[in-house]
């Protein structure tokens, strides 16, 4: 997140979107969620628990894994498998449940690891529609792309 005021209107807009949904950002969650938005690039969940502890020193793996896992279940973070990692969702408290209904593609950076989202419909479109032809339901789909960033192209 670019900005200390960026993150707080992030922070508010999910305890909002939280509240909605009958759901509770407890001071823990939006921590994490704090530590989530705030990192340069995904990060995982043992980074998060090491910068957990600097103010929650008996913080253990289960409290962050418990925190992500309520995080992802509202859409407010993306799992990129890729990297087993977690990055904020440019979408979250824009109205979406908890299914990240949005279409969701990540372009990784091979070089820097600078992970970013997009929402392309149509590539949501083209991957429903191939897997219609194989006869295929769809319950989720996260598109993960591996390449070169703008900043690293340049250098």
Do not use: W
């Not at 939280?18 to 704090?34: F, Y």
């Amino acid at each position: 997140m670019s900005d200390a005021a960026s993150r707080e209107r992030a922070l508010q807009e999910a305890e909002k979107a939280c509240l909605r949904r009958g759901a509770q950002l407890t001071p823990l969650r939006r921590q994490v969620l704090a530590l989530v938005l705030d990192a340069e690039a995904p990060v995982g969940a043992y980074a998060l628990l090491d910068r957990l502890k600097a103010s929650r020193p008996g913080a253990a793996p289960p409290t962050v894994y418990r925190a992500l896992d309520f995080l992802l279940e509202h859409g407010l973070i993306h799992k990129v498998e890729r990297l087993n990692a977690y990055i904020g969702c440019a979408d979250a408290g824009h109205g979406h449940g908890h299914e990240h209904d949005h279409p969701h593609q990540f372009l990784i950076c091979r070089r820097c690891g600078a992970t970013a989202e997009i929402a392309d419909h149509a590539v949501a479109h083209a991957i429903e529609a191939a897997a219609r032809r194989a006869g295929f339901a769809i319950a989720e789909a996260t598109v993960e792309i591996e390449g070169t960033c703008a900043r690293c192209a340049a250098a």
